[in-house]
């Protein structure tokens, strides 16, 4: 399973106010708070955490059927490497996040090795929505939108 | 506090985060925060700071994993009130 999550960070100053009080607090566990305030872009760094955890959960909520608002339950690592990982419960989820002033995008896989099988789709055209989750010839698709972003992937 | 004194007060709390206004117009107790009045979750947190604000209540982790809808926010408040 895959899922993704995209973030346009000028929509994202307008929605959010991540300097709310309580609004770190109710997202972030104390490890990936200390990852924010330490980080020398502090407001990337909330949206890039949130995107991962979204797109962990989608990978999530598809397996299990069920949903949950508890973002701190899907915890970020901060080690440094090409991607990173998510943990819910016992479970780890992989994510590769893609940052630029303008966007943040993560995809989130189970297998390392599914990273290099994701596609990127061009439209929406062919899609069909089985159990509200979306696929394209058997295989399962992601979308996800925000402002003036739209990602659309998909595995081979 | 009524139910109807409680929805009225939530109705107003959510509005500036809804994106779908027809949706908000016929908010009712099964509507669903995402699907319905597709406001973004990185706002839920936001409907959530704001609810304990303004009903002076505290919603723990466990409480919010389920407040989604209407519905849910409305026993949370419910139950935390009576907790007071």
Known sequence: MIGNDVVDLAL?????NWKRKGFLQKIFTPNERSQILNSE??????????SRKEAAYKIWNRESNLRLYHPMKFECSDEISDYGKVSFENQVYFTN???????ISSIAVCVKSDFDAIIHLKSRNGIVKENGIPSLNKKPVSISHHGRFEQIISIL | MNREEAISKLKDI???YVK??????NLNESTDFINDLKINSANL???VLDVEEAFGIEIDNVSMEKMTSVNAALEIIDTKLAEK
């Open chain 2, 20 to 25: 779908d206004q027809e949706a908000f117009e």
């Open chain 2, 14 to 16: 959510v509005k500036p």
């Open chain 1, 97 to 103: 996040t893609d940052v630029s002033d303008e966007r």
């Open chain 1, 12 to 16: 994202a100053r307008t929605e959010s």
């Open chain 2, 45 to 47: 947190v936001d409907i």
């Open chain 1, 41 to 50: 872009k502090p407001e990337v760094k909330v949206w890039e955490l949130w």
